[in-house]
């Protein structure tokens, strides 16, 4: 798994959520990490998308908006020289590049909101992103390379359950006959 020397290799620490004041002498069920499920952030961004879904672009803009704006520590409910102007607007990720995050407010501000809480993953996966999140990571890495198949996007079905149910009887995700 890599050179032994680790003093070569660089990442970054997350501490989100991380017990500060926990050791390994405590006992109990608690470890003191206080994790959030559900945030009203992300049901704002979840409602905004379900809106921009249904063709409800001024109330799309107007949720992701309030996420932004409770941010930058502005009043959620009152339109602010930060807002975005569109679903299509500019955002932070321009400057960086990225063809996806860079002109899509909805994407970005799920990203930037909701960063190392686990929930990317599934945006990637419900807005197909999986190709142009993995060659936008390419074209940033010295030598990287990555790829990401169709078949990334949902596991196989599991043969027993195949062959319980006659309604899927021959069907498997795509990526895994």
């Known amino acids: ?18 017990p500060i004041l926990n050791n390994i ?4 069920p608690a470890d003191a990490a206080n994790i959030y499920i559900l945030r009203l952030a ?3 961004l979840l409602y905004a998308e379900a809106s921009a879904g249904a ?24 339109p602010s020289a930060i807002d975005y102007t569109s679903l299509t607007g500019s955002t932070s990720a321009t400057v960086a590049g990225d063809p996806v995050l860079g002109s899509n407010p909805l994407y970005y501000e799920r990203w930037a909101e909701l960063f190392a809480e686990g929930n990317w993953w599934f ?10 999140e993995a060659a ?5 890495q010295a030598s990287a390379s990555l790829q990401f198949p169709d078949k990334s996007y949902a596991w196989p079905i599991p043969l027993a ?9 021959s069907q498997q995700n795509p990526g895994y006959n």
């Open 123 to 132: 945006d990637v996966c419900r807005w197909h992103l999986g190709k142009s």
């Open 55 to 78: 063709n409800d672009a001024a109330t799309a803009l107007e949720y992701v908006n309030k996420v932004k704006r409770r941010a930058y520590n502005k009043d959620v409910n009152t």
């Open 136 to 140: 936008f990571y390419v074209a940033n």
């Open 1 to 18: 798994m890599g050179d032994a020397n680790l003093s070569s290799e660089y990442g970054w620490n997350f501490r989100k959520y991380t």
């Open 161 to 169: 359950e195949i062959n319980a149910n006659s309604k899927i009887a």
């Open 42 to 44: 992300d049901v704002y």
């Open 25 to 28: 002498n405590n006992v109990g």
